[in-house]
């Protein structure tokens, strides 16, 4: 069954250092995004991508984050400059919105990379 | 933003016997409503969902109930057995808007 892989599956990284996470979501998806959980929290929507260009952000997302789809497979997240409340796990996820022709499809998550800003 | 509640919190059952978590959103336009399942350090796997259009769908021991006017979903999962422990997340969109609202989460522990 095709899945959503993310690389690393964790990376610890100083205050203030730039980290990318990286993601391949399922081939034939459209619809792309990342999402955070802070430890023992409710997983928070940060970002979706369509048609190569950000589609919707949240609050979260701020200048410090940006997201990129380099060539056809990878999907990106880079944190400039991290903070130490950037510490969470950041799920990628991919789906395929034409299976529910348009309405929201089901998401299906990668395993996720654990950020730990020191 | 989207306001999703769930509770309880933390849900104890018998194994064998039926579990039952309630979600509360806000926006009365919200028309998909999955369940996710998250096992400990584990990314987050739909268990099911439902549309706004259906009052009510069923796999095998997994259920999902809708009461739109209410403005709430409810997980039910029926004879119990441990690999059912895990965190229980309910999600809310609105059509056209591929962006999921999370709830805080229940944790469900089935008592051997």
């Known amino acids: 069954e095709p899945e959503v892989t993310q690389t690393p599956s964790h990376q610890v990284t100083q205050m203030g250092q730039e980290v990318i996470l990286r993601c391949v979501p399922i081939?034939?998806?459209?619809?792309f995004y990342w999402y955070r959980q802070i430890l023992g929290q409710k997983v928070e929507f940060l970002v979706s991508?369509?048609?190569?260009?950000?589609?919707?952000k949240s609050e979260i997302f701020d200048d410090q984050f940006s997201v990129e789809r380099p060539d056809g497979s990878n999907f990106t997240l880079k944190i400039r400059s991290t903070k130490l409340e950037d510490s969470a796990m950041y799920f990628c996820?991919?789906?395929?919105?034409?299976?529910?022709?348009?309405?929201?499809?089901?998401?299906?998550f990668g395993e996720g990379s654990r950020l730990t800003v020191l | 933003g989207e306001n999703v509640e769930q509770h309880p919190s933390t849900l104890s059952v018998q194994e064998g016997d039926s579990a039952v978590i309630k979600c509360t959103y806000s926006?009365?336009?919200?028309?998909?409503f999955p369940w996710y399942k998250q096992e400990l350090g584990k990314r987050p796997q739909l268990i099911i969902d439902?549309?706004?259009?259906?009052g009510e769908k069923k796999d095998q021991r997994i259920a999902v109930t809708l009461n739109k006017t209410a403005k709430h979903f409810s997980l039910h999962i029926t004879e119990t057995q441990p690999e059912d422990s895990a965190v229980y997340f309910c999600?809310?969109?609105?059509?056209?808007?591929?962006?999921?609202?999370f709830g805080k989460g229940n944790q469900v522990v089935v008592i051997p």
């Open positions: 996820a991919s789906s395929d919105s034409r299976t529910s022709g348009g309405d929201t499809g089901e998401l299906f």
């Open positions: 081939s034939n998806h459209l619809y």
């Open positions: 991508f369509y048609n190569n260009e950000i589609s919707e």
């Open positions: 926006d009365s336009a919200s028309n998909y």
């Open positions: 439902i549309r706004s259009n259906v």
């Open positions: 999600a809310v969109s609105l059509y056209g808007n591929n962006r999921l609202a």
